[in-house]
């Protein structure tokens, strides 16, 4: 069986996808990656087959910018609504779809998985006749942001010659859902068929290895703190940074690939400064979390059973911080609200008040028994192959 995956480029919409992929390589499958230049020759170079296609991450959210200015002017609550339709609809795709499409006629997959805001491979599969499964990457997105997007994207099926699919095809055959079932909305009209997939990590051999301090047990606890990969506010980092070493803890502190572990400035003995560290290395060793909310680092704490506080920039964070409260597994603090004293007493209640890490332990034994990528890759072959 042959599966063309298609992605975003950055890094919170590629890892989600990574264990799907590696299980169909293990089956003896043959996958075909096509996203970003910068993260195929990621991607190749940990054994996975992939094809630089469509537009890098900084150069699209430049066009986002230059095209649409007002951009700065909508509310951090409200950028998502405004930003996901135009980024990924009429931005990305048509990049994507010119770039990718003659690859895959050549190519002659059986099935294309897409994560849920690259719109260029349901339309791909549509124009070759094979199924298109979404693959989330994160919480479900919201029906008016997707029905948003599919409007972009319309001209490109009309365009192939095609009708356009309601919600741009992401839903016509089967959604991957990789969140835990007691976080999502109860009802979903517009999502056909889902099967649910456990969230699962990927580290590159060349990310930074966490510092031996951090792994150690010395009974002092170990909180990670990362404002993301995209969307880091500088000023809101220094508050989180501020207030949480000021605890009787140890620091670990990521910046993001493209960020300066030096504009922190100096820190303290009990912190470490990093650009990127696989979570997977360092969460194990966690006793709390303090991040942006983006799915990835939302998931993979959850799937540790660690309390969190959440500081949301933008994108699905929102959801994800509003998730953590309603949940009980710890609290949300919007831009405006990211002060040195808030933060530091909201970690000292995520390390002392156990309601919080019970919370989260309950989330950790769903996440634990929802399928794994090996077994939902068998399911799609049976289905689709």
């Known amino acids: 069986m042959r599966i ?27 996958v075909l990656w096509g996203t970003g230049a910068d993260s195929a020759r990621r991607l190749v170079a940990e054994g996975i087959p992939a094809a630089g296609a469509g537009l890098e991450a900084q150069v699209a959210m430049a066009e986002l910018f230059r095209r649409y200015p007002e951009v700065h002017d909508v509310a951090p609550a409200s950028r998502s609504d405004f930003m996901f339709p135009r980024l990924f609809g009429t931005i990305k795709a ?45 919480g479900l997105l919201p029906e008016p942001r997707v029905s948003a997007a599919a409007e972009a994207v319309e001209v490109l099926w009309k365009e192939a010659g095609l009708d356009p699919r309601p919600y741009g095809g992401m839903y016509d055959h089967l959604y991957l859902d990789i969140f835990p079932p ?13 099967q649910l997939l456990r969230p699962g990590a990927f580290a590159s051999a060349g ?8 792994t150690s047990s010395t009974g002092t606890p170990l909180v990670y703190v990362t404002l993301g990969t995209v969307f880091s506010n ?5 508050a989180v940074v501020e207030g949480v070493r000021a605890l009787d803890v140890r620091v670990v502190v990521t910046v993001g690939p493209h960020g300066d572990p030096a504009a922190l400035g100096v820190q303290p003995s009990n912190v470490h400064v990093a650009r990127y560290i696989p979570q997977e290395q360092l969460l194990p060793a966690c006793a709390a979390v303090v991040s942006h909310g983006g799915s990835g680092t939302f998931l993979a704490a959850l799937a540790a ?38 933060v530091r007493g909201a970690v000292q209640l995520l390390l002392t008040e156990s309601a ?24 799609l072959a049976q289905l689709f192959g």
């Open 4 to 30: 063309l995956f298609t992605s975003s480029p950055g890094w919170g919409h590629v890892h989600p996808l990574v264990p799907l992929a590696q299980a169909f390589l293990e089956r003896g499958d043959e």
């Open 182 to 194: 007691s976080l999502q909305p109860a009802e979903r009209p517009h999502v056909s068929a889902t």
């Open 234 to 238: 500088d000023a809101a980092l220094t």
């Open 207 to 214: 990310d930074e290895v966490t510092p031996e301090w951090a």
């Open 356 to 379: 919080y890490s019970a919370a989260a332990r309950r989330i950790s034994t769903e996440i634990a028994a929802m399928p794994d990528a090996r077994t939902v890759a068998g399911a």
């Open 94 to 138: 048509p990049a994507m779809f010119a770039d990718l499409a003659p690859v895959a006629r050549e190519w002659s997959p059986d099935l294309v998985v897409s994560d849920t805001a690259e719109f260029a491979g349901p339309l791909i599969a549509a124009t070759l006749g094979i199924p298109a499964v979404s693959h989330a990457f994160g």
């Open 305 to 342: 059973g660690l309390p969190q506080a959440c500081v949301p920039q933008a994108a699905d964070q929102f959801f994800n911080a509003a998730a953590a409260v309603r949940s009980g597994i710890g609290f949300a603090f919007l831009p405006d609200e990211v002060d040195v004293t808030a």
